[in-house]
């Protein structure tokens, strides 16, 4: 089962050195994780990144008590302060770049300027909590970026249908919903596959249905 955010992952054995083949130049995607505090965004960008990730997470505190909603996550210790990032080569053409952003409302004034740029958006959402990522379904929506939501499966939590996922947030039937272990490489790695896949439909229907390798 998926776990909450953690310490960043190393670099996954046989990851590309780098984005390009010589004398090739890809196209650079920025791409967000978004979702509430303890959703596993550090984790996502961890486990897929093919670069160490750099984490601004740091230790709690007791200037947090009080401040940060720990329902669900008690036994959660550290905290995004600032973003994640990663980066992932999906082929010789696109590379995406991966920026986490901070889960509790007091650092949500980071998400406008974090947003700046961005093709896409995944929105991790918990079943056991799943309000948290309500504010982040709609600022995607309000600023029209277009976003998947990945339910990031946590021991415990009831396993609720992509239906009944779609119809608790509240999102329209074209926004795809998918079910995702933000520990697991290839679980990340599809669910990135997917965002890319709904941004080209959005810009342009006649490649839908395209695999990306």
């Given at each position: 089962?998926?776990?909450?955010?953690?310490?960043?992952?190393?670099?996954?054995?046989?990851?590309?050195?780098?984005?390009?083949?010589?004398?090739h130049i890809p196209l650079a995607v920025k791409i967000l994780?978004?979702?509430?505090?303890?959703?596993?965004?550090?984790?996502?960008v961890g486990s897929v990144s093919e670069i160490a990730p750099l984490s601004t997470e740091e230790v709690m505190t007791e200037a947090s008590?009080?401040?940060?909603?720990?329902?669900?996550?008690?036994d959660k210790s550290t905290t995004t302060v600032a973003l994640?990032?990663?980066?992932?080569?999906?082929?010789q053409q696109v590379v995406l770049y991966l920026f986490g952003t901070p889960g509790q409302g007091r650092f949500w004034f980071m998400w406008d300027e974090?947003?700046?740029?961005?093709?896409?958006?995944?929105?991790?959402?918990?079943?056991?909590?799943?309000?948290?990522?309500?504010?982040?379904v709609d600022f995607f929506e309000r600023r029209r970026i277009p976003f998947v939501v990945a339910v990031?499966?946590?021991?415990?939590?009831?396993?609720?249908?992509?239906?009944?996922?779609?119809?608790?947030?509240d999102v329209s039937p074209e926004v795809p919903i998918l079910l995702a272990d933000a520990r697991d490489r290839q679980s990340s790695k599809s669910v990135l596959l997917a965002l890319v896949e709904h941004?080209?439909?959005?810009?342009?229907?006649?490649?839908?249905?395209?695999?990306?390798?």
């Open positions: 089962m998926a776990s909450a955010d953690s310490d960043n992952a190393a670099p996954h054995p046989g990851a590309a050195s780098g984005p390009a083949s010589e004398g994780v978004a979702g509430g505090f303890g959703v596993g965004k550090t984790t996502m008590m009080g401040v940060d909603d720990l329902g669900g996550v008690e994640d990032f990663g980066r992932i080569t999906v082929n974090l947003a700046e740029g961005a093709l896409g958006a995944v929105v991790l959402a918990d079943t056991r909590r799943l309000d948290t990522c309500f504010p982040a990031n499966r946590f021991e415990g939590a009831y396993d609720y249908g992509i239906e009944e996922v779609r119809e608790a947030v941004v080209m439909h959005r810009r342009s229907p006649a490649v839908s249905g395209q695999p990306l390798t």
